[in-house]
C-alpha cells in the first residue's frame, strides 16, 4: 500500500520543528509590538476580484483559485467555450500575499480605525509556484505596515525594525538593498516607454535570478524602443558605487521631475538611517519589486555571501487603497519571509540549544491506586509546573526507554499515596543520579 503524500512545495513540522518555528515567530511579534504595531488577521481565502490585477500578469497566473461549486460549477461549465479560462470557473482564491487584503480591510473598516494605523500580521499565504530550494508553494509571511500616512520617516521606522528583528535572530551579516520606483518610473519615461513600465519592472526584477544580459535580451525581444534597453544596459553597467551612480542618475533624470523626487526620497532615508547607525543600507537601482502595487521606496535584503535570495521584502504604496474606494491614503510596509529565515537559522545551526519540547518532570506510578499518580501531576501541574504521567503499568525498562527518547529530564517514582508532604524518588536522565526528597521541592 502506497503511503501518504502531500502535494509539493507543501511541508509537515514536526515538534521540534515547530518549536523553532514559533522561536521566530516570537522574537518578531515581540519586537513589532515593540514598534507599536497592532495585530490584525484577514480570511485565507478572498473574492478573485479582490486579489486579480494588483500582482502583475505574473502574479495573477499564481493565484491558487477555488473552484466552483455545485449548480455554480455546472452552470459555468455549460457556458464555457474554447476561449474560458480558470477564472470562469472561480470567485474566490487563496490569499497571494497579505497587502492587498490588508488594503481591503482598510477600506471596509475604515470608520474603525485611527490614522496612522500600524498594523501586522503572520498568516500562511499561498502561490502556485514552481518549488524549489527557499520556494515553497504554502508559506508564512510576518508583516508590518503603516498606513495614512506620507512621511518617510516611516520608511525609516521599518529599516530600523528590519535590523532589530535580524540582529536578535543572529542573522547579523545581511544588507538591506533600497531603491524607489519613482527613479524606475523617471527613467522609463525619458526613454518615452511609460506605457511599458509594468513589462520593463518585472524584466529588471530577474537581474539576480538571470543576469545582466538575459536581462538586456528580454528588454530587447519585448520593449520596442531600442533608447530603453541601452539605458538600462548602462545602468547596469555602472561602478558599483553609490557615488558614481547617483552621480549618474541626476545627470539623466535632471529633467524629470518623477524620478528627481524619487531620488530625493532615496537620498533622505539612506541619510537618516546613517545617523541611527545603520550603515548596511545598499542603494540598488535595478531593485524593481515586480508588484505593481508600489509606488515610493521599495526594499529587499539578502543574506551577505548567500545565494538564498531576499528575506525580507517590501515598499510604499499610494494608490493600492484606491482600486477598493479609497482614495489618498498612503502606505508602506515589510514582509519578513519566515521560510527561508527558518531554513538559513537551521543551515548556520543559529537556534539556541535550550529550546526544550519536552516536560520537566515524567511521573511513574508505583503505587497501588492508580489516583495518586494523577495527584501528583495536579499537584506539580497547580505549581505552574510542566509534567507528564506515563499512562500504562508496562515494565520500568519500557518507561524509562520512553522519557529518554522524549527528552525528559527528570523522572518522579512514587509509591505511597499522596499528600503535599510526600517522600518521592527523583532520577537525573542525564547523569543517572537517583535521590529521595520531599515533594514540595519540585519546582
Request: charge should be neutral; aromatic fraction near 10%; glycine fraction near 6%.
Amino acid at each position: 500500500m502506497q503511503k501518504p503524500s502531500i502535494p509539493k512545495g507543501t511541508r509537515d513540522f514536526s515538534p521540534d520543528q515547530l518549536i523553532r518555528r514559533n522561536y521566530i515567530f516570537d522574537i518578531i511579534k515581540s519586537k513589532f509590538k515593540k514598534f507599536g504595531f497592532l495585530p490584525i488577521e484577514t480570511p485565507s481565502i478572498e473574492n478573485l476580484s479582490t486579489l486579480t490585477g494588483k500582482y502583475g500578469s505574473e502574479g495573477d497566473q499564481l493565484l491558487f483559485k477555488v473552484l466552483l461549486r455545485g449548480e455554480k460549477f455546472k452552470k459555468a461549465l455549460k457556458n464555457s467555450n474554447e476561449n474560458s479560462t480558470d477564472h470562469d470557473f472561480s470567485l474566490e482564491a487563496l490569499r497571494y500575499d497579505l497587502t492587498v487584503p490588508f488594503a481591503r480591510y482598510i477600506v471596509q473598516h475604515l470608520n474603525d480605525l485611527t490614522f496612522p494605523f500600524k498594523r501586522y500580521q503572520i498568516q500562511p499565504v499561498w502561490r502556485a509556484d514552481r518549488p524549489q530550494k527557499g520556494r515553497y508553494r504554502e508559506f508564512y509571511q510576518c508583516d508590518a505596515d503603516i498606513v495614512g500616512t506620507n512621511s518617510l520617516i516611516c520608511e525609516i521606522e521599518l529599516v530600523s525594525l528590519i535590523t532589530e528583528i535580524l540582529n536578535e535572530l543572529n542573522l547579523s551579516d545581511f544588507t538591506i538593498m533600497i531603491n524607489n520606483r519613482k527613479i524606475l518610473y523617471g527613467l522609463v519615461e525619458t526613454c518615452n516607454s511609460i506605457e511599458y513600465f509594468s513589462k520593463i519592472t518585472a524584466i529588471i526584477d530577474k537581474i539576480d535570478k538571470i543576469g545582466q544580459n538575459k536581462v538586456i535580451e528580454e528588454l530587447k525581444n519585448n520593449i520596442p524602443n531600442q533608447s530603453c534597453w541601452e539605458l538600462f544596459n548602462e545602468l547596469f553597467s555602472l561602478d558599483n558605487s553609490t557615488q558614481i551612480i547617483l552621480s549618474w542618475l541626476s545627470k539623466k533624470l535632471a529633467s524629470n521631475q518623477e524620478g528627481l523626487k524619487g531620488l530625493q526620497e532615496l537620498n533622505y532615508i539612506v541619510d537618516n538611517a546613517e545617523e541611527l547607525g545603520i550603515n548596511n543600507l545598499k542603494i540598488n537601482i535595478s531593485l524593481a519589486r515586480g508588484l505593481d502595487y508600489y509606488t515610493g521606496s521599495i526594499f529587499e535584503v539578502i543574506l551577505n555571501n548567500h545565494s538564498m535570495g531576499s528575506i525580507v521584502g517590501g515598499g510604499r504604496y499610494d494608490n493600492l487603497t484606491e482600486v477598493f474606494g479609497q482614495s489618498n491614503l498612503s502606505g508602506v510596509g515589510i514582509s519578513f519571509g519566515a521560510e527561508r529565515i527558518f531554513d538559513l537559522m537551521n543551515e548556520f545551526s543559529l537556534f539556541p540549544s535550550n529550546l526544550g519540547i519536552s516536560p520537566k518532570y515524567m511521573i511513574i506510578d508505583q503505587s497501588d491506586k492508580p489516583s495518586n499518580g494523577l495527584q501528583v501531576l495536579k499537584y506539580l501541574r497547580d505549581k505552574d509546573v510542566s509534567a507528564i504521567l506515563y499512562p500504562d503499568r508496562h515494565k520500568l525498562k519500557k518507561q524509562l526507554k520512553y522519557a529518554n527518547s522524549v527528552k525528559i529530564p527528570y523522572i518522579v517514582f512514587i509509591k505511597d499515596s499522596f499528600n503535599s508532604k510526600m517522600n518521592i524518588e527523583l532520577k537525573n536522565m542525564e547523569s543517572g543520579l537517583q535521590v529521595n526528597t520531599d515533594i514540595s521541592n519540585l519546582n
